[in-house]
């Protein structure tokens, strides 16, 4: 069941009943299906939804087996969802926090974020990567993008990739924001397993590291806000380690050229 906690989240319900069944059928992995909607009622005020159960485990580093398989099989399923066609399909907004439109709507969230951690992490380095993905063109071709792909919604079994879930922030756009995974999960041998399989030039490789970004800064900064942790900031490092160095490396290549 999805029961959505805020009215923003409660505008996926509609979106998921309205596009879900058209996805899956060109997809190659089990996707959610949608069985029924609720309606506001006393007590909850938002529509609400339930799907068919997907068995499998949410991913995580240690549960893959094959980091550079389960990079293929990731890629692939990307592939399929961005040859789909996009015509009519919802474009960003407050549905999706604007996933698939400019990461420029993200700017003022990098800025806070820098001055919560202020002491924690590289400004310089973070403003560089940052005004790089930025700068990077998009060709402007919508095409279908997830949004939210990240290792809780990403199911597992036996240490494959067997399902993706969550499909809240879909939409049509620039696809970039579905790379971020490339940072936050995927080791170096996968990441450009990764890569390759999906074709993506430099400009969209730019905007997919300041999704990865992004994301790794706020959720980081909450962390150091709140004072709660739960091992957020080490996986938050982790991660920007992993941004960082990749990041060098493809500046080594680029000084090389």
């Known amino acids: 069941m999805r029961l959505p906690s805020a009215a923003e989240y409660a ?11 058209a996805l899956a059928a060109r997809l190659p992995l089990p996707i959610p299906t949608p069985v029924a909607k609720g309606e506001p009622g006393a007590g909850y005020p938002y529509p609400w939804s339930i799907y068919r159960w997907l068995d499998g485990e949410t991913a995580s580093v240690e549960g893959v087996a094959d980091p550079v398989r389960f990079a293929l099989d990731l890629a692939g399923f990307l ?14 907004g407050i549905h999706n926090w604007f996933r698939g ?3 420029r709507t993200y700017d003022k969230d990098v800025e806070r974020a820098l001055a919560e951690l202020d002491g924690h992490v590289d400004a310089g380095l973070v403003r560089e990567i940052w005004a790089r993905a930025l700068g990077a063109r998009w060709d402007g071709a919508d095409r279908w993008f997830h949004g939210d792909i990240a290792p809780g919604n990403l199911l597992l079994a036996h240490g494959r990739l067997t399902a993706v879930i969550d499909f809240g922030t879909c939409g049509v756009g620039d696809p970039a924001c579905d790379l971020a995974i490339a940072w936050t999960l995927l080791t170096p041998d996968g990441r450009e397993a990764f890569r390759k399989r999906l074709s993506v030039d430099a400009a969209t490789w730019a905007r997919g590291r300041g999704w990865a970004l992004w ?6 900064s909450y962390t150091n806000r709140d004072r709660e942790d739960g091992g957020v900031s080490a996986n938050a490092q982790r991660v920007l380690g992993e941004i960082f160095s990749e990041y060098a490396a493809s500046a080594a290549t680029r000084a090389l050229r």
């Open 79 to 92: 592939a399929a969802l961005q040859s789909v066609d996009a015509a009519g399909g919802p474009q960003p």
């Open 215 to 220: 994301k790794t800064l706020t959720t980081y």
């Open 101 to 103: 439109g400019s990461l």
């Open 11 to 21: 505008l996926a319900v509609e979106k998921e009943h309205r596009w879900l069944p």
